[in-house]
C-alpha cells in the first residue's frame, strides 16, 4: 500500500526566513505526489502536484517542492516565509484503487510564521 | 463563483438521527468524493463517483449512504448516527478520476452528534 509521512507535527519560522515542511512517500512504482494547504476552518487548497519530469515543481503562493527519487521525499519549500502561510499543510500520494483513484494524506504539519 | 460548495457548513444533532449533506461543484468535473476529518485532523477518503457511477467505497459502515443524481452533484445521507461520527466531512471533485488529477475541495461540513 501507498503511504506518505509528515515527520513534524509543527514546523516554526520567523518571517522572511525560508521554510521546508518535510514529506517522505512510500509508493511502489512511480509516485504522484501533491501538497494541500489548510486554513482555518476552510477546505484544503491545491498547491502543486509532481507527475513526472523537472524534480523541481512551483506552485501556488510562492511554494515549490522537490522529488527526490533517491531519498524518496517530496519536501515543501519557499524562499522567504510570510506570516500568512501560517496554516495546516498535508502532503498526499495518488493511488489507482478499482478503477478509481484517490489521495492518501500524511498525517499534516502545522506551520507557525511569527512576525 | 464557488467551485465546491457544502450545506450545511454545521450540523449539529443527536445520537440515532438521520442527516443529509449536500455538495455541488460547478468546474463541470467527472469525479467526486467524500473525505472525513476527525479530530487530529486526519483525513481520509470515504467514496468516490465518477459520472455517477460508485467507484470508491473505502470499508464505510452501511449507514453512510452515497447519492449522485448527476454529475455535479453528490450528497451524503447518514443514518443512526453515532458519536463516532462527528467529524469534518469535505466534498471534493476533480476533473478525471485517475490519481495523477488534482482534486478541489469545499469547505467542509462540521457534524457534531450529541
Known amino acids: 500500500a501507498q503511504s506518505v509521512a509528515q515527520p513534524e507535527d509543527q514546523v516554526n519560522v520567523a518571517e522572511g526566513n525560508p521554510l521546508t515542511v518535510k514529506c517522505t512517500y512510500s509508493v511502489s512504482g512511480n509516485p504522484y505526489l501533491f501538497w494541500y494547504v489548510q486554513y482555518p476552518n476552510r477546505g484544503l487548497q491545491f498547491l502543486l502536484k509532481y507527475i513526472t519530469g523537472d524534480n523541481l515543481v512551483k506552485g501556488s503562493y510562492g511554494f515549490e517542492a522537490e522529488f527526490n527519487k533517491s531519498q524518496t521525499s517530496f519536501h515543501l519549500k519557499k524562499p522567504s516565509a510570510l506570516v500568512s502561510d501560517s496554516a495546516l499543510y498535508f502532503c498526499?500520494?495518488?493511488?489507482?484503487?478499482?478503477?478509481?483513484?484517490?489521495?492518501?494524506f500524511g498525517q499534516g504539519t502545522e506551520l507557525s510564521v511569527k512576525p | 463563483d464557488t467551485a465546491v460548495s457544502q450545506t450545511p457548513k454545521y450540523l449539529v444533532t443527536q445520537m440515532g438521527n438521520d442527516k443529509s449533506i449536500k455538495c455541488e461543484q460547478n468546474?463541470?468535473?467527472?469525479?467526486m468524493y467524500w473525505y472525513k476529518q476527525d479530530s487530529k485532523k486526519f483525513l481520509k477518503i470515504m467514496f468516490s463517483y465518477n459520472n455517477k457511477e460508485l467507484i470508491i467505497n473505502e470499508t464505510v459502515p452501511n449507514r453512510f449512504s452515497p447519492k449522485s443524481p448527476d454529475k455535479a452533484h453528490l450528497n451524503l445521507h447518514i443514518n443512526s448516527l453515532e458519536l463516532g461520527d462527528s467529524a469534518v466531512y469535505f466534498c471534493a471533485s476533480s476533473q478525471l478520476w485517475q490519481s495523477y488529477n488534482e482534486q478541489f475541495f469545499g469547505p467542509g461540513t462540521r457534524l457534531t452528534v450529541l
Open positions: 498526499a500520494v495518488g493511488e489507482i484503487y478499482n478503477q478509481g483513484g484517490k489521495l492518501i
Open positions: 468546474l463541470g468535473h467527472d469525479t
